[in-house]
């Protein structure tokens, strides 16, 4: 009787060992999650938040991947072939526009002639139109390539190609019908400038983590950067971001004062960014927000004006050329410039007004600039921070 109890007794004691040994590793684990816990919510606060916001087509996404080559990884290999399907689809897509649009050009222009396809591109040009109308493209070939490019350059094409504005042509068009022959090499991997120049419609929201200082992350600022659709539809998507923002990175295709929206073809751009800015410049989770004002496109821009006069649109209306040339390419640009000044000062309270607000010169594709741009965006986020902190 008694070995029996001293025996169960020997049990519990060992049962209870287990249990604390289990409740103390339990506790360890809890005791080391909640650490990790905390360890990454400091990290968190030290990491800026940006958003970057505008109109469809104004260059955000370009500027989302360059910060992806300029001070992360770039693209992988893997990365690059998943644009493959895209580049593709912009060519077929792209020459369906041109096509289509000779066409209505020849039927309602009164100097209709110009843009009358020849005899030998017609069979051509109504092939590469159904198969730039399908949801599935086929693989770009080198007779297909071929096709497209005999059409590209029938001049019926080139004179609506010179209308581009009213089509919807895509900036990228010049460049992937210069390089057709590349892009439909069996053995064809998108380079970093295809990926670059290749249009996808942003949906829903992407984030990047990076710092402009490159490696060395701890002798500079830790940004996280969050893009989002510009198109109407996508910008419901905007408000859930709007909180603990450090700065809002507002693109503006300053080359797209001519043209009108993908979505509505009676609203001009530029207006449409207008409104679209100042809606939010006024939205009260902004109150201490810097504003960085990147004018998009230049290298479209200084091409344009001098073809385009830029009272073409209604905001400019009070505009008067004064030169030619280089000259006259600051002066519109100064003009511009000036007018999303007193833009912002117009939408801004007087209690508001003493919050960061830089204007920046942009040309998305241009690495250089793109670079240097986001080194003067983190010198004066930086400034800032040591301001508020007394440091100043």
């Known amino acids: 009787m008694l070995s029996c109890v001293t025996e169960n007794m020997g049990l519990l004691c060992s049962r209870n060992r287990r249990y604390n040994d289990a409740d103390a590793e339990e506790n360890a684990q809890t005791a080391e999650i909640e650490r990790r816990i905390e360890l990454e919510t400091k990290a968190e ?5 940006l958003l970057l916001l505008g109109a469809g087509e104004s260059g955000k996404s370009t500027i989302f991947k360059q910060i992806k080559l300029l001070f992360q ?3 992988d290999e893997a990365e690059l072939k998943s644009y ?3 580049i593709h689809a912009n060519v077929y897509q792209t020459i369906k526009l041109l ?3 000779s066409k209505e050009f020849a039927q309602n222009d009164a100097d209709f002639s110009k843009y009358v396809i020849s005899d030998v591109n017609k069979e051509i040009g109504e092939k590469l139109s159904e198969i730039g109308g399908r949801l599935d493209y086929p693989h770009l070939t080198k007779e297909l390539a071929q096709e497209i490019e005999n059409l590209w350059k029938d001049p019926a094409i080139q004179e609506t190609y010179a209308r581009g504005s009213e089509l919807q042509i895509p900036d990228c068009t010049d460049y992937f019908m210069e390089n057709l022959q590349r892009l439909s090499d069996a053995n064809y991997v998108p380079t970093k400038e295809d990926v670059l120049y ?4 942003t949906t829903g929201v992407v984030e990047i983590q990076f710092s402009p200082v490159g490696e060395n992350k701890k002798s500079g600022e830790v940004y996280r950067l969050f893009d989002v659709g510009g198109q109407r539809n996508e910008r419901r998507k905007w408000i859930h971001l709007f909180e603990g923002v450090s700065a809002v990175i507002f693109c503006a295709a300053i080359s797209e004062y001519d043209q009108t929206l993908f979505e509505d073809e009676n609203r001009n751009r530029m207006m449409e960014t207008k409104e679209l800015f100042e809606w939010v410049l006024k939205q009260p989770c902004f109150e201490k927000t810097s504003f960085m004002l990147f004018l998009n496109k230049f290298d479209i821009f200084e091409k344009k004006i001098l073809k385009v006069p830029l009272n073409v649109c209604e905001w400019f209306k009070d505009y008067q050329p004064v030169s030619t040339g280089k000259q006259e390419i ?6 511009v410039k000036k007018k999303f000044e007193e833009s912002y000062f117009q939408s ?8 960061v607000f830089k204007i920046y010169r942009t040309t998305a594709l241009d690495q250089k600039v793109v670079k240097k741009t986001f080194k003067l965006v983190d010198e004066t986020l930086r400034r800032r921070n040591l301001f508020e902190a007394g440091l100043l």
Do not use: C, M, N, S
């Open 45 to 49: 606060k030290h990491i800026q938040k």
């Open 73 to 75: 990884t770039g693209f």
């Open 84 to 86: 493959l399907p895209v």
């Open 99 to 101: 096509h289509d649009g």
């Open 198 to 201: 290749a249009r996808v419609r």
């Open 330 to 335: 600051e002066h519109a640009y100064e003009f």
């Open 348 to 355: 801004t309270a007087p209690d508001r007004v003493d919050r």
